[in-house]
C-alpha cells in the first residue's frame, strides 16, 4: 500500500485562498507531498521536474489565462497517467459535462467537488486513488479483417453469452440478453465492439446474425427441456432491417426449432433506429404481427426516441445504463430515468433498466417499480451451462440481501 505522504499531489486554482484551504485540508489528512500552482502554464512546466509529474491533480475549472478544460487537453497531449478531482463553483451540470470529457480522454476521474469545499467529502474522493499503471500504455485494441470475421463465423468461432434479466418486484429471472463473442483461436475471448461494425460494414451482419439466433434459439429449447422458461433477447442490426426476406428467416428459423415467437425478444438500437427506412418498418411491423416482442434497446442516447416509438410497436423499453446507473444521487441522470420509465408506462411497454451496477441502483428500480433490472450488480455475461447455477445463487442472495432492500422501500 502506498503511503499517503508518497503520493505526489498537484493543487491549481487561481485563487490564492482556495490553495492554502485545500493545502492544509491535505495535511490534516496526512497527503504532505503537495505542490500548489495558480496558473495552468507553470503547473505544465513543472511536470519536467526532477521529482516527475504529479499522481493526483486537484483541479478547478474556472481559471482566467487556461480554464480546467483547456489544461485537460494538455495533460492528453502529455500522455499524463494520474488521476483528477475536479473543482469548482459552477453547477452540477457543468461539473458532469467535465467529469464526462475529461473521461472521454481515458483519464481517470476520482470524483467533482463543489466550492466550498468539505474536508469530509474531499477525503472520500481521496479514498479512492490507485496508483497509476507502470510499464508502456495500453496496446490499442486489434482491429481484424472482413476476410477474419468471415471465417470465424463459417468456422463456428462465435459463440453465445447470456446476461439475465430479472423482475424487479419478485427478484424472479424472466429473461436474458443474448451477447456473441468471438473465441479466437490465437487472441482468446474477443468482444463484439471488435467485429460487429466490420461485419456491418462488409455484409457479413446477416450471416453473424444467423448464427447469433439459431444458437439463442437452439438454447431456449434446451432450457425448456430441462423446466426453464426465459424470454431470450437478440440483437438485430439495422443492417438485418434493410433486407425484407429477413422476416421470413427469423419466423422460418423459429418455427423449425419448434420456439414460440413470444419467447424471442428482437433488441433493435435506438441511435441506430433513427435512420430508420420504410423497409425497417415493414420488417418490424411485421414481426410484431408475427408475435415476436420488439425491444427499442438504449433508449435515450440517439436524435429520434419519440418519433421511433410513435412509429414502431415496441414492446419493451430499455433504459440506456448511463441513466440508470447512479441515478439515485444525480438530479440530472433521475430525471432522465424518470422521464423515460413514465413515458414506457403510459405506452404500456414493459421497462428493463440497463446499467444496474450496486445495490444503491436496484433500490432506486424498487422505489419507481421499474419492470426488469439487468446488470453487474445481478449477473455478467455467462455460457448457456452456467445459467442453471447461478439461478441458485441469485435466489440466496435474493432471500438474503435483495428482500432486505424491499422492506426498506
Not at 463456428?156 to 429471472?173: C, D, I, M
Not at 420456439?259 to 433488441?267: A, F, G, I, Y
Not at 403510459?346 to 445495490?359: F, P
Request: aromatic residues 6%; hydrophobic residues 45%.
Amino acid at each position: 500500500m502506498v503511503e499517503k505522504s508518497a503520493i505526489r499531489i498537484l493543487v491549481l486554482d487561481d485563487e490564492p485562498f482556495m490553495l492554502k484551504l485545500l493545502s492544509h485540508m491535505l495535511a490534516k489528512l496526512e497527503f504532505t507531498s503537495v505542490m500548489t500552482c495558480d496558473c495552468g502554464r507553470v503547473a505544465l512546466e513543472s511536470f519536467d521536474s526532477p521529482n516527475g509529474p504529479p499522481e493526483l491533480i486537484l483541479l478547478d475549472l474556472n481559471m482566467p489565462e487556461m480554464d480546467g478544460v483547456e489544461f485537460v487537453r494538455h495533460l492528453v497531449e502529455r500522455l499524463f497517467t494520474g488521476s483528477l478531482i475536479l473543482i469548482s463553483g459552477e453547477d452540477e451540470r457543468m461539473l458532469q459535462a467535465a467529469v464526462k470529457l475529461v473521461q472521454a480522454h481515458k483519464i481517470p476521474v476520482l470524483g467533482h467537488l463543489h466550492k466550498p469545499v468539505k474536508p469530509e467529502e474531499l477525503a472520500e474522493l481521496l479514498e479512492k486513488w490507485t496508483a497509476p499503471s507502470l510499464g508502456s500504455p495500453r496496446a490499442a485494441k486489434k482491429v481484424y479483417g472482413a476476410d477474419e470475421v468471415r471465417a470465424a463465423i463459417a468456422n463456428g468461432e462465435l459463440v453465445n453469452y447470456y446476461q439475465p434479466k430479472v423482475a424487479v418486484a419478485t427478484g424472479k429471472v424472466v429473461g436474458v440478453e443474448t451477447l456473441v463473442r468471438w473465441r479466437h483461436p490465437q487472441d482468446g475471448m474477443v468482444f463484439p465492439d471488435q467485429f460487429i461494425g466490420v461485419a456491418e460494414a462488409n455484409g457479413l451482419i446477416d450471416d453473424l446474425t444467423r448464427v447469433v439466433l439459431d444458437g439463442a434459439l437452439a438454447q431456449i429449447k434446451s432450457w425448456e427441456a430441462a423446466g426453464l422458461t426465459l424470454r431470450v433477447a437478440v440483437n438485430v442490426s439495422m443492417d438485418n432491417l434493410i433486407s425484407l426476406d429477413f422476416v421470413d428467416f427469423v419466423a422460418t428459423q423459429t418455427a423449425a426449432a419448434g420456439v414460440s415467437p413470444k419467447s424471442v425478444v428482437l433488441e433493435v438500437t435506438e441511435s441506430r433506429l433513427m435512420q430508420d427506412t420504410r423497409a425497417a418498418l415493414e420488417i418490424l411491423t411485421r414481426l410484431r404481427l408475427k408475435r415476436f416482442k420488439l425491444s427499442i434497446d438504449d433508449f435515450g442516447t440517439g436524435n429520434s426516441s419519440l418519433a421511433q416509438l410513435r412509429d414502431i410497436p415496441f414492446d419493451e423499453l430499455k433504459i440506456d445504463q448511463s441513466f440508470v446507473h447512479g441515478a439515485w444521487a444525480n438530479k440530472t441522470l433521475r430525471a432522465m430515468y424518470d422521464a423515460s420509465l413514465s413515458l414506457g408506462r403510459q405506452l404500456d411497454m414493459e421497462v428493463v433498466a440497463e446499467g444496474v451496477e450496486d445495490l444503491d441502483d436496484w433500490h432506486l428500480l424498487s422505489l419507481t417499480g421499474c419492470d426488469l433490472a439487468q446488470g453487474y450488480f445481478i449477473a455478467r455475461p455467462m455460457p448457456a451451462d452456467e445459467l442453471s447455477g447461478w439461478i441458485k445463487v441469485w435466489q440466496v442472495r435474493l432471500a438474503e440481501e435483495l428482500l432486505v432492500v424491499k422492506e426498506r422501500s
